[in-house]
């Protein structure tokens, strides 16, 4: 049986590099990825879709729902969901735009008030996740309306509008555009500067993941909650780290596209929710948590925007895209399920 | 180090009482440093009481619950694993997507620096998962595999493993043989042997008289929650512990009953009808 020690094991040998791969959560999303890009190249090469200009816009779409589903995906890791995440957007931006819109207000302190505002609701989904021991499902399909309601209500109390604007002439307007909406020019296209967050994000969600303790936790949080207690993993303040992580996250779409846009409306990030969580699905995660990877979120944000933008330069009615995006979250977890059946069987 | 007089684990007389219900009744053992104290007995013993008030999930009604003599009075399963006191329960708590060398160090992750970062350390976590796996016996390929891909048994020695590398001395291991096959079972009654072989103390639960029978130094037989006695491997052939152990008297019942069963098929089959009422009426 066992000698004293070994550093080569024979039975090593026989895995090979592929199947490594192929053990990773977000081998099918790469394969996908590469599938759509491929499908979209033959079909809307000519009218666009290989161009500097058009990778900028479906990148550009790709970012503000990939800088979403980092932290969708974290949290989905750690065992939880987050369907109020569109309604943070908007009360967020709305915050925002009536402080520096309506009221004057540096743009910088109301992004911070707003910033302030997110965590306290994404503290407040977790603490009542934790506390009430409901799913997070139903909690944040209860806090979904309550915030969006909220939004709308207080918004039209206060203003009498739904949509705000005249962001542009607050104080500190000019460095917020630089930073959360300016653009970086490549060849004759205009890259936004969101690419750049949501990449810095995505190195920064895998690292966690993969090269911290709390990585370790999540992961373990999300396998089983109870078996990480025992052992001594704080599931619970990590539980509600992982809300406020997302809702960070949704003000940051929420002052990328209020600044980019110069104010904001009631009704925005409606359904981000859920194309964040497809993101995620698409990417490898497992529903029940335990098991996924933020690189995973980053190809299945990119599938998103890929997709979204191909069907307009393919010249289909970009109503369909709701048709392609259900299929293809179908498709993708019997695949993912497929690829980590085999990986997992190989290996036995 | 050695196997002093003085017991890693004793309780004497020991009670618990749930409202009426009475689990434990005057219950006495020990085990000490470098032996393997088997608990036995059926379904509804207090085997799983027993062990949860040693473990400190439990505070004993009555009785006195001593380690290395010093009386003790746990609060929670916390207090036990400082006294170096660790539970192996049936379902492991391993997160079977997670790699083994994660699952080992869930909690107590290994970290390093590097600048201003605090990394975890998967060349340290890898190596010491490997090491103390192949300490026990057992030569896994690969540390980042999932613990899925382990059979039960060695999902079983990695809790084993990870329990002694964090300081248990004493370990209760809670049927840890029970949903295995024969091979898997003896893969770890060998972690059982080399633990001991480490000097620790093992309290082994179960209900599989040949499993303890295998391993044990001594034997303590839990019934209705009374001690039924504590036995040394010299005093208690393997055919008298499994009498003792499923009650000899219920057991001669029961293969008694099952000869009437077959004689009445037989019977039966021969289509002699009145002779079966007959037979039944008359066992």
Same mark, same amino acid.
């Given at each position: 049986?066992?000698?004293t020690?070994?550093?080569?094991?024979?039975?090593?040998?026989?895995?090979?590099?592929f199947?490594?791969?192929l053990?990773?959560?977000?081998a099918?999303?790469?394969?996908g990825?590469?599938?759509?890009?491929?499908?979209?190249?033959?079909?809307?090469?000519?009218?666009?879709?290989?161009?500097?200009k058009?990778?900028?816009?479906?990148?550009?779409?790709?970012?503000e729902?990939?800088?979403?589903? &980092?932290?969708v !995906?974290? +949290?989905?890791?750690g065992?939880?969901?987050?369907? /109020?995440? $569109?309604?943070? %957007?908007?009360? @967020? #931006?709305m915050?925002?735009?009536?402080?520096?819109?309506?009221?004057?207000?540096?743009?910088?302190?109301?992004?911070l008030?707003?910033?302030v505002l997110?965590?306290a609701?994404?503290?407040?989904?977790?603490?009542?996740?934790?506390?009430?021991?409901?799913?997070?499902?139903?909690?944040?399909?209860?806090?979904?309306?309550?915030?969006?309601?909220?939004?709308i209500?207080i918004?039209?109390?206060?203003?009498?509008r739904?949509?705000?604007?005249?962001?542009?002439?607050?104080?500190g307007?000019?460095?917020?555009r630089?930073?959360?909406?300016?653009?970086?020019p490549i060849?004759?296209?205009?890259?936004?500067i969101?690419?750049?967050?949501w &990449?810095?994000? !995505?190195? +920064?969600?895998t690292?966690v993941?993969?090269?911290? /303790?709390w $990585?370790n936790? %999540?992961?373990? @949080? #999300?396998?089983?909650?109870?078996?990480?207690?025992?052992?001594?993993?704080?599931v619970?303040?990590?539980?509600?780290?992982?809300?406020?992580t997302?809702?960070?996250?949704a003000?940051?779409?929420?002052?990328?596209?209020?600044?980019?846009?110069?104010?904001a409306?009631?009704?925005?990030?409606?359904?981000?929710?859920?194309?964040?969580i497809?993101?995620v699905?698409?990417?490898?995660?497992?529903?029940?948590g335990g098991?996924g990877?933020?690189?995973?979120?980053v190809?299945?944000?990119?599938?998103?925007?890929?997709?979204?933008?191909?069907?307009?330069?393919?010249?289909?009615?970009?109503?369909?895209?709701?048709?392609?995006?259900?299929?293809?979250l179908?498709?993708?977890?019997l695949?993912?399920?497929?690829?980590r059946?085999?990986a997992?069987?190989?290996?036995? | 180090?050695?196997?002093?007089?003085?017991?890693?684990?004793?309780?004497?007389?020991?009670s618990?009482?749930?409202?009426?219900?009475?689990?434990?009744?005057?219950?006495s053992?020990?085990?000490?440093?470098?032996?393997?104290?088997?608990?036995?007995?059926?379904?509804?013993?207090g085997?799983?009481t027993?062990?949860k008030?040693?473990?400190?999930?439990?505070?004993?009604?009555?009785?006195?619950?001593?380690?290395?003599?010093?009386?003790?009075?746990?609060?929670?399963?916390?207090?036990?694993?400082?006294?170096?006191?660790a539970?192996v329960?049936?379902?492991l708590?391993?997160?079977?997507l997670?790699?083994?060398?994660?699952?080992?160090f869930?909690?107590?992750e290994p970290?390093?620096?590097?600048?201003?970062?605090?990394?975890?350390?998967?060349?340290f976590a890898?190596?010491?998962?490997?090491e103390?796996?192949?300490?026990?016996?057992?030569?896994?390929?690969?540390?980042?595999q999932?613990?899925?891909?382990?059979s039960?048994?060695?999902?079983?020695?990695?809790?084993i493993?990870r329990?002694v590398?964090?300081?248990?001395?004493?370990?209760i291991?809670?049927?840890?043989?029970?949903?295995?096959g024969?091979k898997?079972?003896?893969?770890?009654?060998r972690?059982?042997?080399?633990?001991r072989?480490?000097?620790?103390?093992?309290?082994?639960?179960t209900?599989?008289p040949?499993?303890?029978?295998?391993?044990?130094?001594?034997?303590?037989?839990l019934?209705?929650?009374?001690?039924?006695?504590?036995?040394?491997?010299?005093?208690?052939?393997?055919?008298?512990?499994?009498r003792?152990?499923?009650?000899?008297?219920?057991?001669?019942?029961?293969?008694?009953?099952?000869?009437?069963?077959e004689?009445?098929?037989?019977?039966?089959?021969?289509?002699?009808?009145?002779?079966?009422?007959?037979?039944?009426?008359?066992?």
């Amino acid at each position: 049986m066992a000698t004293t020690t070994a550093q080569h094991d024979e039975r090593m040998i026989q895995e090979s590099a592929f199947r490594k791969i192929l053990r990773r959560p977000e081998a099918g999303a790469a394969a996908g990825a590469i599938a759509v890009w491929v499908f979209f190249a033959i079909v809307a090469g000519d009218s666009g879709f290989l161009t500097l200009k058009g990778t900028a816009t479906y990148l550009e779409l790709s970012a503000e729902l990939g800088i979403l589903s &980092l932290a969708v !995906a974290l +949290l989905m890791i750690g065992g939880e969901f987050d369907l /109020s995440v $569109g309604s943070i %957007i908007g009360a @967020a #931006g709305m915050t925002m735009a009536i402080l520096s819109g309506e009221f004057g207000m540096n743009v910088w302190l109301s992004m911070l008030i707003a910033l302030v505002l997110s965590l306290a609701i994404g503290f407040v989904n977790g603490y009542m996740v934790i506390k009430t021991k409901l799913p997070s499902f139903i909690i944040t399909l209860g806090t979904l309306f309550i915030f969006r309601g909220a939004t709308i209500g207080i918004t039209r109390a206060i203003t009498a509008r739904t949509q705000i604007g005249k962001v542009d002439l607050a104080p500190g307007y000019a460095l917020a555009r630089t930073i959360f909406a300016s653009d970086i020019p490549i060849g004759d296209a205009k890259f936004p500067i969101s690419i750049i967050w949501w &990449l810095v994000l !995505a190195v +920064l969600a895998t690292f966690v993941l993969l090269r911290t /303790s709390w $990585g370790n936790w %999540i992961f373990g @949080a #999300g396998g089983d909650p109870n078996a990480s207690r025992n052992v001594g993993v704080p599931v619970d303040k990590l539980k509600i780290a992982l809300f406020m992580t997302t809702a960070a996250s949704a003000w940051l779409v929420a002052m990328i596209q209020g600044i980019n846009f110069t104010g904001a409306d009631v009704l925005r990030g409606e359904q981000r929710e859920f194309f964040a969580i497809i993101a995620v699905v698409i990417g490898g995660t497992l529903l029940t948590g335990g098991y996924g990877s933020a690189i995973g979120a980053v190809l299945g944000a990119l599938i998103f925007g890929m997709v979204k933008q191909g069907i307009v330069f393919a010249g289909v009615d970009a109503d369909w895209f709701q048709v392609f995006l259900g299929a293809m979250l179908v498709v993708a977890v019997l695949v993912n399920n497929y690829i980590r059946k085999r990986a997992a069987e190989a290996r036995k | 180090m050695t196997n002093t007089a003085v017991p890693a684990v004793e309780v004497r007389n020991l009670s618990k009482h749930f409202g009426s219900v009475i689990a434990l009744n005057d219950v006495s053992m020990s085990v000490h440093y470098g032996e393997v104290m088997c608990l036995l007995g059926d379904n509804g013993a207090g085997k799983s009481t027993l062990i949860k008030t040693l473990s400190g999930v439990h505070k004993p009604t009555k009785g006195q619950y001593l380690v290395e003599g010093e009386p003790v009075d746990f609060d929670s399963p916390r207090d036990a694993l400082a006294r170096g006191i660790a539970t192996v329960y049936q379902d492991l708590a391993m997160i079977p997507l997670m790699s083994i060398s994660r699952n080992f160090f869930l909690g107590s992750e290994p970290t390093r620096k590097l600048g201003p970062f605090t990394l975890f350390d998967h060349q340290f976590a890898n190596r010491v998962a490997r090491e103390e796996l192949l300490k026990m016996g057992i030569d896994i390929r690969d540390p980042s595999q999932p613990v899925g891909t382990l059979s039960g048994g060695e999902r079983q020695s990695v809790a084993i493993a990870r329990a002694v590398y964090f300081g248990a001395k004493v370990l209760i291991l809670d049927e840890p043989t029970a949903a295995l096959g024969v091979k898997q079972a003896g893969t770890v009654l060998r972690y059982i042997a080399q633990a001991r072989a480490r000097n620790l103390a093992v309290i082994f639960i179960t209900h599989n008289p040949h499993h303890a029978y295998a391993v044990g130094d001594r034997f303590t037989i839990l019934k209705r929650g009374r001690t039924f006695g504590t036995f040394t491997k010299d005093e208690l052939s393997r055919e008298e512990m499994v009498r003792m152990m499923s009650g000899a008297d219920e057991l001669d019942a029961l293969s008694h009953e099952l000869k009437e069963f077959e004689r009445a098929d037989r019977l039966r089959a021969a289509g002699q009808q009145t002779e079966v009422d007959q037979a039944l009426g008359s066992s």
